[in-house]
C-alpha cells in the first residue's frame, strides 16, 4: 500500500509543478515496491517517475525515461494486468513527441485508445 501512496504522491507534486519532489517520492514508492513485492504499486510508481522525467524543461532524459517505461511493461505483463497500459502507451507517445518522432506518437496514442 505505500508503493501505490508514493506514487499517488508522486502525481500530485508534478501536478503541483513540483519536479523534483515527484521524482522523489516516484523513486520512493519503486524502491518501496520493489522490495516489498508489490509489483502493481511498482509499475505506477514507474510511470510517476517517467512522467516526472518527461516534464523536464532541459535535456531530455530519454534512456531513463525508457527504462522506466519498460519496466513497468514488464511488470504489468508479469501480474497479467492491463489497466495501466493505456498510460504507458500515452506516455510513450508523448515521449514520442518530445523526441519529434510525430508518426510514433500517432500509433502510440492510436494504439492506448484500442487498449
Known amino acids: 500500500m505505500l508503493p501505490e501512496l508514493m506514487a499517488l504522491l508522486a502525481e500530485a507534486h508534478l501536478a503541483l509543478g513540483e519536479r523534483t519532489e515527484a521524482m522523489a517520492m516516484a523513486r520512493e514508492g519503486i524502491d518501496l515496491g520493489r522490495t516489498s513485492g508489490c509489483y502493481y504499486h511498482?509499475?505506477?510508481a514507474q510511470l510517476a517517475l517517467a512522467a516526472a522525467l518527461l516534464a523536464t524543461d532541459g535535456a531530455l532524459p530519454r534512456a531513463e525515461i525508457e527504462s522506466a517505461l519498460d519496466r513497468a511493461e514488464q511488470l504489468v505483463e508479469s501480474i497479467e494486468g492491463r489497466s495501466p497500459s493505456p498510460r504507458i502507451l500515452g506516455i510513450r507517445g508523448r515521449l514520442a513527441v518530445a523526441c519529434g518522432d510525430a508518426p510514433a506518437a500517432s500509433r502510440m496514442l492510436r494504439e492506448?485508445?484500442?487498449v
Open 42 to 44: 511498482e509499475a505506477q
Open 112 to 114: 492506448a485508445l484500442d
